[in-house]
């Protein structure tokens, strides 16, 4: 089965960039999601159609994808960014999500 | 502004039947594929899978044909039954909508507020 995979955890600085990666099998041939979950919350579209963004989703946001690697980055982040972040997939009409990508801003 | 509420039972104890529920307000059934997307406690997002309009069905393999969705378009819900549950299908679950364009594969827009079913004896 397709396996999509993640960085289990990064730090940031307020301010600076976060860089997220997605890694699999010629994943720059799918199309990527990036969703946003804060505890006992659920998740949030934040990217979709690799570089896409949602009505409602900040500039800051941004993403690409080509090759094996989709990447999410978060410019100037803020202490709202903290949370986890999952990349998503489509493989033989079977969704695929990353392990999840644990932000901390500090 | 859609709206997805879910209902179920949260405690179930081995090889009983788990049983949820996810209703749409505020906007259209039709055009959108429902999905069932379940959260193990502290780890990732897992699909189970999805379900047009019309019944249409896929599931992911690894439930082992174990899931089984439906849908009521007269009550704008769509329902999720798992059998023969074991403590490893304690999780949270969540229904979303999924939403594409074109060509392009389903996004999960739209996402109910989870369930925590548990299975224990």
């Known amino acids: 089965s397709y396996e999509l995979t993640q960085p289990p955890s990064l730090s940031v600085s307020p301010g600076h960039t976060a860089t997220i990666s997605c890694s699999g099998d010629?994943?720059?041939?799918?199309?990527i999601s990036w969703y946003q979950q804060k505890p006992g919350q659920p998740p949030v579209l934040v990217i979709y159609?690799?570089?896409r963004r949602p009505p409602g989703i900040p500039e800051r946001f941004s993403g690409s994808n080509s090759g094996n690697t989709a990447t999410l980055t978060i410019s100037a982040t803020q202490t709202v960014d903290e949370a986890d972040y999952y990349c998503?997939?489509?493989?033989?009409?079977?969704?695929?999500f990353g392990i999840g990508t644990k932000v901390t801003v500090l | 502004q859609v709206q997805l509420q879910q209902w179920g039972a949260g405690l179930l104890k081995p090889s009983e039947t788990l049983s949820l529920t996810c209703d749409v307000s505020?906007?259209?059934?039709?055009?959108?594929?429902w999905h069932w997307i379940r959260q193990p406690p502290g780890t990732g997002l897992e699909w189970i899978g999805e379900?047009?309009?019309?019944?249409?069905?896929i599931y992911n393999p690894s439930l082992k044909s174990r899931a089984i969705m439906s849908v009521d378009t007269s009550k704008n819900h769509f329902s999720l039954n798992v059998k023969s549950v074991t403590a490893a299908d304690t999780a949270v679950y969540y229904c979303?909508?999924?939403?594409?364009?074109?060509?392009?594969?389903?996004?999960?827009?739209?996402w109910g507020q989870g369930t925590l079913v548990t299975v224990s004896s």
């Open positions: 379900i047009s309009q019309g019944g249409s069905t």
């Open positions: 979303a909508r999924g939403s594409s364009s074109g060509d392009y594969p389903d996004v999960f827009d739209i």
């Open positions: 159609q690799d570089s």
């Open positions: 998503q997939a489509w493989d033989s009409s079977t969704a695929v």
């Open positions: 010629e994943v720059g041939s799918k199309y």
């Open positions: 505020g906007g259209s059934f039709s055009g959108h594929y």
